[in-house]
């Protein structure tokens, strides 16, 4: 019974949030702002049973292992990175902010000296070897023609390109010139990638709905009369918005989001 | 600029286009695999009964249309192939339900027991520093599951430790940014294999990481869902929902081939009328 109310109580926040399509209504807005503090809400809690609980508290204060038999003794290093947390947290005390400093600097000093090793080899090297055609072309030795030959075509490409948009981000000299041909090479590369992701972009968010949809079809109701009453209640819904929508003066939201 | 009218009439087109397959359910085409997706679904299938994988459920609510049907088909191959999956989220805590609930449904239907063939190992903050641990010690960062039950006599962390020399692929169903921290501080140092599943919004910042060898696969979007779930024959949401997603497809090309026959003609009538008054 539990889940029935709440997949129905879901359906109906989703057709609430669809009702933007038609425009800006209270509606809307009730859903919206349930969401965000639901969400909020949610993450606090799981922050802290997840996290200062058993990572903080647990470690230092009070034994809180799920199991009894397990012998528990105060871990007091873990006081160093709980106090550091907690002095973070001065930055809403101006006269005490200074402090918040020292966490600042053990974070920013930990996260570089940890992560320019591994970022540099994974990000930056492992990438540029990757883009050398003979690279590219190792697993294909041997290979025939057929596989041979567009794997070439591909690497070419891909060397071409690394090298134009390397030469358009390289402002030491005018584009004009072999510098410039490389420049306007380059801006169509960065073009094709745009147009990529902006396609890549559209078919997530088309999912995106096709998942809501796919919600409110079959995972409403399971004895099948499910879409019927949906597209009854969300048609109740755009009605009831749009006579309530013409009674209020337009807001500065709802005309930018016209 | 669109009048209301026809605004509303491309969100119903949209809507009908969308409805349409999961009202009348119908097969637009075949999602054939693709290299990428190939590539981790073969490293999988090629692994031996008793190996163990791992499986990053890093993602929220948010990209759950996409990515949660990928854990669903990736979380069935593995279990049907007795592999041991260790699951664990640091992308964020609201992501650690949809990896619980994957593990029970789907483990709870091939007879696979919690804390023996699986586990959810939970969030942690500070992605690089937990990953850089459970390669040397997993049990030392999480004292206990997603669930609450202790790890200290866990059958699965039994049998594996630590992730380095002991998990046989990596798996990171990401919406964010998690695949670099993992190549950068799992896969390269571990010296374990890695593939990824992301959203389509991130498949092309990704592919670099594909076509450089640092993954060996890569599964993008509801569409490479879809293509999973072909390969271990059994169709489930990716599939329902790629019908949906292709008529959309092919609608959205005839609105741009429209839209831009509109403009033409509004260009040229404008040009036609500065040359009659002229």
Same mark, same amino acid.
């Given at each position: 019974?539990?889940?029935?109310?709440?997949?129905?109580?879901?359906?109906?926040?989703?057709?609430?949030?669809?009702?933007?399509?038609?425009?800006?209504?209270?509606?809307?807005?009730?859903?919206?702002?349930?969401?965000?503090?639901?969400?909020?809400?949610?993450?606090?809690?799981?922050?802290?049973?997840?996290?200062?609980?058993?990572?903080?508290?647990?470690?230092?204060?009070?034994?809180?292992?799920?199991?009894?038999?397990?012998?528990?003794?105060?871990?007091?290093?873990?006081?160093?990175?709980?106090?550091?947390?907690?002095?973070?947290?001065?930055?809403?005390?101006?006269?005490?902010?200074?402090?918040?400093?020292?966490?600042?600097?053990?974070?920013?000093?930990?996260?570089?000296?940890?992560?320019?090793?591994?970022?540099?080899?994974?990000?930056?090297?492992?990438?540029?070897?990757?883009?050398?055609?003979?690279?590219?072309?190792?697993?294909?030795?041997?290979?025939?023609?057929?596989?041979?030959?567009?794997?070439?075509?591909?690497?070419?490409?891909?060397?071409?390109?690394?090298?134009?948009?390397?030469?358009?981000?390289?402002?030491?000299?005018?584009?004009?010139?072999?510098?410039?041909?490389?420049?306007?090479?380059?801006?169509?590369?960065?073009?094709?990638?745009?147009?990529?992701?902006?396609?890549?972009?559209?078919?997530?968010?088309?999912?995106?709905?096709?998942?809501?949809?796919?919600?409110?079809?079959?995972?409403?109701?399971?004895?099948?009369?499910?879409?019927?009453?949906?597209?009854?209640?969300?048609?109740?819904?755009?009605?009831?918005?749009?006579?309530?929508?013409?009674?209020?003066?337009?807001?500065?939201?709802?005309?930018?989001?016209? | 600029?669109?009048?209301?009218?026809?605004?509303?009439?491309?969100?119903?087109?949209?809507?009908?286009?969308?409805?349409?397959?999961?009202?009348?359910?119908?097969?637009?085409?075949?999602?054939?695999?693709?290299?990428?997706?190939?590539?981790?679904?073969?490293?999988?299938?090629?692994?031996?009964?008793?190996?163990?994988?791992?499986?990053? &459920? +890093?993602?929220?609510?948010?990209?759950?249309?996409?990515?949660? =049907?990928? /854990?669903? *088909? %990736?979380?069935?191959?593995?279990? $049907?192939?007795?592999?041991?999956?260790?699951?664990?989220?640091?992308?964020?805590?609201?992501?650690?339900?949809?990896?619980?609930?994957?593990?029970?449904?789907?483990?709870?239907?091939?007879?696979? &027991? +919690?804390?023996?063939?699986?586990?959810?190992?939970?969030?942690? =903050?500070? /992605?690089? *520093? %937990?990953?850089?641990?459970?390669? $040397?010690?997993?049990?030392?960062?999480?004292?206990?599951?997603?669930?609450?039950?202790?790890?200290?006599?866990?059958?699965?962390?039994?049998?594996?430790?630590?992730?380095?020399?002991?998990?046989?692929?990596?798996?990171?169903?990401?919406?964010?940014?998690?695949?670099? =921290?993992?190549?950068?501080?799992?896969?390269?140092?571990?010296?374990?294999?890695?593939?990824?599943?992301?959203?389509?919004?991130?498949?092309?910042?990704?592919?670099?990481?594909?076509?450089?060898?640092?993954?060996?696969?890569?599964?993008?979007?509801?569409?490479?869902?879809?293509?999973?779930?072909?390969?271990?024959?059994?169709?489930?949401?990716?599939?329902?929902?790629?019908?949906?997603?292709?008529?959309?497809?092919?609608?959205?090309?005839?609105?741009?081939?429209?839209?831009?026959?509109?403009?033409?003609?509004?260009?040229?009538?404008?040009?036609?009328?500065?040359?009659?008054?002229?």
């Amino acid at each position: 019974m539990a889940t029935f109310i709440g997949t129905w109580i879901a359906a109906g926040l989703t057709l609430m949030i669809l009702s933007f399509l038609y425009k800006d209504n209270p509606f809307f807005r009730f859903a919206e702002h349930l969401y965000v503090g639901i969400a909020n809400a949610f993450v606090v809690w799981l922050v802290w049973a997840t996290i200062v609980l058993p990572d903080f508290i647990g470690r230092v204060f009070i034994n809180i292992a799920p199991d009894p038999d397990v012998t528990w003794s105060p871990d007091f290093w873990f006081l160093v990175p709980g106090i550091l947390g907690l002095i973070m947290l001065t930055r809403m005390i101006p006269a005490i902010e200074w402090m918040s400093r020292w966490a600042l600097a053990f974070v920013v000093g930990w996260g570089a000296g940890f992560m320019i090793g591994p970022v540099l080899n994974s990000y930056l090297l492992a990438q540029v070897y990757a883009s050398f055609p003979w690279v590219n072309m190792q697993p294909y030795i041997g290979a025939p023609p057929g596989e041979y030959v567009p794997a070439l075509v591909n690497a070419i490409i891909l060397f071409i390109c690394v090298v134009t948009v390397l030469i358009y981000f390289f402002f030491s000299y005018e584009h004009k010139g072999v510098i410039g041909g490389g420049a306007k090479i380059g801006i169509w590369v960065l073009m094709v990638a745009f147009g990529a992701s902006f396609g890549s972009t559209v078919m997530a968010r088309v999912s995106l709905f096709v998942g809501r949809a796919r919600f409110l079809v079959q995972d409403a109701e399971p004895s099948g009369h499910a879409f019927s009453i949906l597209l009854t209640l969300g048609i109740l819904i755009v009605i009831i918005a749009a006579i309530v929508g013409r009674r209020q003066p337009p807001t500065k939201e709802s005309e930018s989001a016209e | 600029m669109l009048r209301s009218w026809e605004r509303y009439l491309l969100y119903g087109l949209i809507a009908f286009a969308v409805f349409l397959p999961l009202i009348f359910p119908f097969d637009v085409w075949e999602n054939l695999p693709t290299r990428e997706v190939l590539g981790v679904y073969n490293t999988i299938e090629n692994l031996q009964p008793g190996d163990t994988i791992v499986v990053a &459920v +890093d993602f929220d609510p948010s990209s759950e249309p996409e990515l949660y =049907p990928m /854990l669903l *088909a %990736v979380l069935r191959h593995a279990f $049907s192939k007795d592999l041991y999956v260790i699951a664990i989220n640091l992308f964020g805590p609201a992501g650690t339900g949809l990896g619980v609930m994957a593990l029970n449904d789907v483990g709870g239907d091939m007879g696979k &027991v +919690d804390g023996e063939d699986y586990v959810m190992l939970g969030f942690k =903050p500070n /992605l690089p *520093a %937990v990953i850089s641990q459970l390669n $040397s010690d997993i049990k030392e960062m999480y004292r206990s599951d997603a669930n609450g039950k202790s790890t200290a006599d866990m059958p699965i962390l039994e049998r594996t430790p630590k992730f380095q020399g002991n998990i046989k692929y990596l798996v990171d169903l990401a919406a964010g940014e998690t695949v670099r =921290p993992w190549i950068a501080y799992g896969s390269a140092p571990g010296g374990y294999p890695m593939g990824a599943g992301c959203t389509a919004v991130s498949f092309a910042d990704y592919f670099s990481f594909y076509q450089s060898g640092q993954i060996n696969g890569l599964m993008g979007g509801l569409k490479a869902a879809a293509e999973y779930e072909e390969l271990i024959e059994r169709k489930g949401a990716a599939s329902a929902g790629m019908n949906s997603q292709s008529i959309v497809h092919a609608l959205l090309v005839i609105f741009i081939i429209v839209g831009n026959i509109a403009f033409f003609r509004a260009v040229m009538a404008k040009r036609a009328e500065a040359r009659e008054r002229a």
